[in-house]
């Protein structure tokens, strides 16, 4: 399949893609919303919970739409709700978050979507979401006078501790919600293939769980000074830790295992 195949169905019209765009990116600015008033440690940014939103619809809908959806919400959530509470401006709603979200948000689509198992999106969520964190922290301590341990290492962990176990947890539910409509709808075409449940899923997932864990640990051993800006983020890390372990390996039943593998809707 060609590239442009991958990122974008020739079966939906361009009023199913901007439909998939508005959608998601209206879901995500308002999920953003809800976690604004949630300050972090340094004051800036936000809880990432709302990460399950953009990473659903990259599952369920097309990349390009999805990552397009996903750069647009998260400019639209952070200038509506972060930006009066002075938690971050417009032009690093645009230069930071926007392409950071567009960018994961991508990668995990085409992944999930040429390999289709619960494993692998477990594996795309804790690869690329951490990926996408440790570049919008990369681009904000290189347009913003912080200290470079705090804001790269501190803020991708930051980040990953709030928003790989929010993705483990939500997605899942929200297919299982949306399952009757998922892959005959043209907004939500593409439905997982969840189905098996065998000793490889499980060992890939937990070793991708483990590896958050392992990034946790290795970013705190290397910058132990992020810890005295938030002395709970060793306990919040902790807490999250345990729930991506757990989380990661059941994934494909929170989603409900007799889903089908529907490639997309006509």
Known sequence: MNVSGQLLSPRASPTVQVTVIA?????????????????????????????????????????????????????????????????????????????????????????????????????????FLTFGNFMAAALLWWLAPLPQAIDILGFTIFWDMTSIPAILIGVPILIRATGPVIGRSKVLRYSPDWSGVGRRQVTISLVFSLLF??????????????????????????????????FGPLTSFLAGRRMGATKGAG
């Open 23 to 127: 959608i998601s990116a209206a879901l995500f600015a308002v999920a953003k919303g809800v976690t604004a008033y949630i300050r972090t440690p340094w004051g800036l940014g936000e809880l990432f919970i709302a990460s399950f939103v953009p990473v659903f619809f990259a599952v369920t809908a097309d990349p390009l739409p999805a990552a397009l959806g996903a750069g647009i919400g998260s400019f639209l959530g952070d200038v509506l709700f972060l930006v009066p509470l002075g938690a971050t401006t417009p032009f690093f709603a645009l230069t930071v978050g926007a392409p950071a979200n567009f960018v994961a948000t991508l990668l995990i689509a085409l992944f999930v979507k040429r390999y289709r198992s619960w494993s692998s999106f477990v594996a795309a969520s804790v690869g």
């Open 213 to 246: 864990v392992a990034l946790g640990g290795a970013i705190f051993f290397f910058a132990p000074s992020a810890l005295g800006y938030w002395p709970g983020m060793a306990t919040y890390f902790a807490i999250a830790a345990v729930v991506v372990v757990i």
